[in-house]
């Protein structure tokens, strides 16, 4: 037995699990959109954080990394527990085809799993809708949970993206309207064009938050 499972968030920089093979490619028919409510990660029940979740959208793609896990059904019953318990806010788990980095006419892998969510208030509490880019901007720069900053979420996203060879101009737009949002809050003056991702300092400080949670939130703080 075995099975995939395309990742197109935290999953691309930190799967977080045991994998026996990663693959960078892309989805068709789906865009990233910061339209999912966390408020156990990144974010609380009172201030909610923005997180991604998939769109359906014709002739779009979204690149990411998908994993293959092997090894007999214990390993991979234990892989999907964690992955359901840390992607509990996506209500869906939904099956497409995923095609390899340099051919995008057959798929590389059919049946790949996506965990994405109902695009609907009333039956899905943790969808929230888009909104004003500077509307979300502001909700990313200000949202904090047990694994820390909203706005760390977006920024690893931002370099682990680039670092695959695949930036989304989405994810680059609004992580710039939130660092234009953190340049008013310290200054009262918006700052002027940055990098397309956070410093290298930033980025470490990121990355340590990340890799070393509280003891109590460790299972969770993969996000």
């Known amino acids: 037995m075995v ?44 201030l909610p954080a923005r997180t991604c ?33 840390r992607e509990c806010e996506y209500d869906q788990k939904t099956l497409v085809d995923f095609y390899k980095e340099g ?35 502001t909700q990313i720069a200000t949202a904090f949970g047990p694994c820390g900053n909203n706005r760390d979420y977006l920024f690893l996203l931002e370099k682990a993206l680039f670092d695959i060879g695949h930036e989304d101009d989405y994810v680059i737009e609004l992580a ?5 949002v953190l340049g008013i809050v310290k200054s009262g003056v918006a700052i002027g064009k940055r990098l397309l991702w956070s410093s290298s300092a930033e980025m470490r400080e990121q990355k340590r938050s990340s890799a070393n949670p509280s003891p109590s939130t460790k299972f969770y703080c993969k996000k």
């Open 176 to 180: 710039n309207e939130v660092r234009k």
């Open 103 to 137: 051919d995008s006419e057959e798929p590389f892998v059919t049946g790949v799993i996506v965990f994405t969510s109902t695009p609907d208030k009333i039956s899905n509490k943790y969808y929230l809708g888009p909104a004003p880019l500077e509307d979300m901007a």
């Open 53 to 85: 979740t998939l769109e359906e959208h014709e002739g779009s793609v979204c690149w990411g990394a998908a994993y293959c896990v092997r090894g007999g059904p214990e390993k991979e019953k234990a892989a999907m527990a964690y992955l359901e318990r």
């Open 3 to 46: 099975f995939w499972v395309f990742g197109y968030g935290s999953l691309v920089w930190n799967p977080g699990f045991e994998v026996d093979e990663k693959v960078i490619g892309f989805i068709k028919d789906y865009r990233r959109v910061f339209d999912l409510a966390c408020i156990d990660h990144r974010g609380t029940p009172v």
